[in-house]
Every structure is written in C-alpha cells, then in structure tokens.
C-alpha cells in the first residue's frame, strides 16, 4: 500500500494506493473534516461511517451495497448524492442534512427508520426498487413535490408529515403502512392505493384538499382516519 499526502490551499488531499485496487482519496480542509471522498473498493460500512461529519459535500461509493447505522448522522453539506449499487440503507442515513436536493438509488430495496428525517429541500424522488420504508422518511420534507415508489409495501409511520406541494399520489404495491401516514398534507387532491390492507392511527389526517381517495381493499378503519379531511 502507498499513500500520498498533498496539501494545497489549506486543503490536504490523501491518496492511497492498494495492489488491484481502485485508488482511494480523500479531501481534509483545515479545521480536519474531511470533504470529498471516493472509494469504490468498499461494499458494506458498519454503524457509525462518518457520522460526525458535517462539512462532507462529495461522495463517491459506486459499489457499495449496504450502509449501516447512522452514515453521515450530522452532515450539513451534502447535496447530491448518487449510490448506484446500494440495497439497504439503515437507520440515521443522512438523518440531520436538511439541504440534500438529489437523491438517486436505483437499486435500493429497504429503507430502514429516521432516514433523512430533517431534509428540507428535495423536490423529487423515484425510488423504483423500494419495498420497505421504515419511520419518519423524509418527515419534515415540506416541498416534494413528485415521488415515485412503485414497489413499494410497507411504509412506516409519519411518512411525508405536513408536505405541501404533492397533488396525486399512486402507490399501486402498497399493503401497509403505519401511524401519520401523509398526514396534514394541504395540497394531495387524488390518492390511489390499489393493493392498501392495513393502515394506521390519523391516516391522511387533515388532507383538506382531498377529492379522489382509492382503497378498495382495507380490511379495517382505524382510529383518526381521515380525521378533518373533507
């Protein structure tokens, strides 16, 4: 193995070279938080990768195919991020970055509880392998305003709470989904659920704007539902 240290403009870039492997680099600015990263050797991550980093801004893993505990828990600075190989995003992914505005995972299947709980600014998201989400996805997401789950199904609780700007929804796999769901939602005008069994407490509470609402297979009418939705 060989590594080379570079520093240039108050930022040290780390290179480290390993026999049959792809080069791995890293970016350090100077108060030590790394920057940029790239390493498409490393498949699995434990808990805890990168979690107290806040300033990273590029990322670069394309195969890695499951990322454990709290990845990137506290980045503030990530806004793209494409990881064409992942299939299981655990718990914490991303869970304070607020400004994340791209999103793409084509090959993900589960998604598990608080992840990008905190984001703010992502308009769009097509995660077209999904079949399980867990808790608070996307909870405080405010402005999405298109979102694609296709095989979606289940869905945990408090998923897309107080969005305003989706207008329809379509979730044709969907079976399950837990406490909250799309609740007080100001602007979904048409919801299809096709294949929706079981629901939890408030489902589409107080979705005021609500005019075309498709279940019909629920086997069950919980408590909230619908509540101050008219």
Do not use: W
Request: hydrophobic letters at 40%; glycine letters at 4%; charged letters at 25%.
């Amino acid at each position: 193995m060989l590594i080379l240290v570079n520093i240039e403009n108050n930022i040290k870039t780390i290179e480290i070279f390993i026999p049959k492997k792809e080069k791995i680099i890293m970016k350090i600015d100077q108060t030590n938080q790394i920057i940029e990263y790239k390493n498409n050797n490393i498949i699995s991550t434990g808990n805890n990768f990168l979690r107290n980093n806040k300033k990273l801004c590029k990322i670069e893993m394309n195969n890695i195919v499951e990322i454990g505990n709290n990845f990137l828990y506290y980045n503030k600075d990530l806004k793209d991020l494409y990881l064409p190989s992942l299939r299981e995003v655990h718990s914490g992914f991303l869970r304070n970055n607020k400004i994340l505005q791209s999103l793409h995972l084509p090959k993900v299947k589960k998604i598990y509880n608080d992840v990008l709980s905190a984001n703010l600014n992502l308009e769009n998201l097509e995660l077209m392998q999904v079949e399980e989400i867990g808790d608070h996805f996307l909870k405080n997401n405010f402005i999405i305003s298109n979102i694609k789950l296709p095989k979606a199904k289940k869905i945990g609780s408090c998923f897309l709470y107080k969005n305003c700007h989706l207008k329809q929804v379509n979730f044709p796999c969907l079976e399950i989904v837990g406490d909250y769901f799309l609740e007080c939602n100001t602007s979904i005008i048409e919801a299809h659920f096709p294949m929706l069994i079981n629901v939890g407490r408030d489902f589409m509470c107080e979705n005021k704007e609500l005019t075309t609402l498709d279940l019909p297979n629920i086997s069950e009418i919980p408590h909230g539902f619908l509540y101050y939705s008219y």
